[in-house]
């Protein structure tokens, strides 16, 4: 009897000993999940991070510029305000916007590309389109004298791109930008009040002579805080007195919306 029953407890520890190593894989397994799990949660992170960024960052860098000069506003080599705005290839703006958002805002592109070598404004005037929607960036000195907010040069032309634009049901958001060189001479106590003053005005002008629809206008001014080149050099603080006019993206047209219900 002794014996049988000293046989009967070796089987009963063999058939436990599977739990261990069976303990050990599930804990494995969990620690697998769990760090799956952790990477998820940042890149997750990570893209509400861009998300965030995206409606304040300013693009500098874009696969279609068109290229003129000095007006451009895209070179210099000094500081970019673009963060995860800095997409360059077509491939990614398609997947951000769509393919026929995009197509739609080239062909526009195109037309305005067109209208400004006609005019011969190719060295202070050139198009780009971000992730804010396609930009026809002007240098301040093609509309404005130096401290001034009436616009005093190339209002037809002003006029002929308002036209353009005014085919589009998208909102149009005006920026009006300026280098860090401290106001002298001038009714405007700052480059901020002079650069909101002069974004107004062509707001004003898109109204009163293009018959604009109000409610579609944005008026903005960064003054010199959002530069695209280097103020540094004469060409950068050039580049960086602009007027940004945006026909804004389909996102930022829902954003729109939203504020005014």
Same mark, same amino acid.
């Given at each position: 009897? !002794?014996?049988?029953? +000293? @046989?009967?407890?070796?089987? %009963?520890e063999?058939g436990?000993?599977?739990?261990l190593?069976?303990?050990?894989?599930?804990?494995l397994?969990l620690? *697998?999940?769990?760090v799956?799990?952790?990477?998820?949660?940042?890149? /997750?992170?990570?893209?509400?991070?861009?998300?965030?960024?995206?409606?304040?960052?300013?693009?500098? &860098?874009? =696969?279609t510029?068109?290229?003129?000069?000095?007006?451009?506003?895209?070179?210099?080599?000094?500081?970019?305000?673009?963060?995860?705005?800095?997409? %360059?290839?077509? !491939?990614?703006? %398609?997947?951000?916007?769509?393919e026929?958002?995009? +197509?739609?805002?080239? /062909?526009?592109?195109?037309?305005?590309?067109? &209208?400004?070598?006609?005019?011969?404004?190719?060295?202070?005037?050139?198009?780009?389109?971000?992730?804010?929607?396609?930009?026809?960036?002007?240098?301040?000195?093609?509309?404005?004298? !130096?401290?001034s907010?009436?616009?005093?040069? @190339?209002?037809?032309?002003?006029i002929?791109?308002?036209?353009?634009?005014?085919?589009?049901? $998208? =909102?149009i #958001?005006? %920026?009006g930008h300026?280098?860090n060189?401290?106001? #002298?001479?001038s009714? =405007? /106590?700052?480059?901020?009040?002079?650069?909101?003053?002069?974004? *107004?005005? *062509?707001?004003?002008?898109?109204?009163?002579?293009?018959?604009?629809?109000?409610? +579609?206008?944005?008026?903005?001014?960064?003054?010199e805080? &959002?530069?695209?080149?280097?103020?540094?050099?004469?060409?950068? #603080?050039s !580049? $960086?007195? #602009?007027?940004?006019?945006?026909v804004?993206?389909?996102k930022?047209?829902?954003?729109?919306?939203?504020?005014v219900?």
């Amino acid at each position: 009897m !002794s014996k049988k029953r +000293k @046989h009967a407890h070796q089987e %009963e520890e063999a058939g436990e000993a599977w739990l261990l190593p069976y303990s050990d894989l599930m804990t494995l397994l969990l620690a *697998v999940f769990i760090v799956l799990f952790a990477v998820s949660k940042i890149d /997750a992170s990570k893209a509400q991070e861009m998300s965030e960024q995206f409606a304040a960052a300013n693009m500098d &860098k874009n =696969y279609t510029g068109n290229g003129s000069g000095s007006g451009s506003g895209g070179g210099g080599g000094g500081p970019q305000s673009g963060g995860p705005l800095n997409i %360059e290839t077509k !491939s990614e703006l %398609e997947s951000f916007f769509g393919e026929y958002e995009l +197509k739609k805002l080239e /062909a526009l592109k195109v037309e305005l590309d067109n &209208k400004i070598h006609s005019d011969g404004m190719d060295q202070s005037a050139s198009t780009m389109i971000d992730m804010r929607g396609l930009v026809i960036r002007l240098n301040n000195a093609v509309l404005f004298e !130096s401290g001034s907010a009436e616009i005093k040069k @190339h209002e037809d032309t002003l006029i002929e791109v308002a036209s353009i634009l005014n085919t589009t049901d $998208n =909102y149009i #958001r005006i %920026e009006g930008h300026t280098d860090n060189t401290p106001i #002298r001479r001038s009714p =405007y /106590a700052s480059n901020w009040e002079l650069s909101t003053a002069r974004a *107004v005005n *062509v707001v004003k002008l898109f109204i009163n002579k293009c018959n604009f629809p109000p409610d +579609k206008l944005i008026a903005v001014g960064y003054g010199e805080y &959002k530069p695209v080149a280097d103020n540094g050099t004469a060409e950068g #603080r050039s !580049s $960086n007195r #602009r007027i940004d006019v945006i026909v804004l993206s389909s996102k930022y047209n829902n954003l729109e919306e939203h504020q005014v219900k």
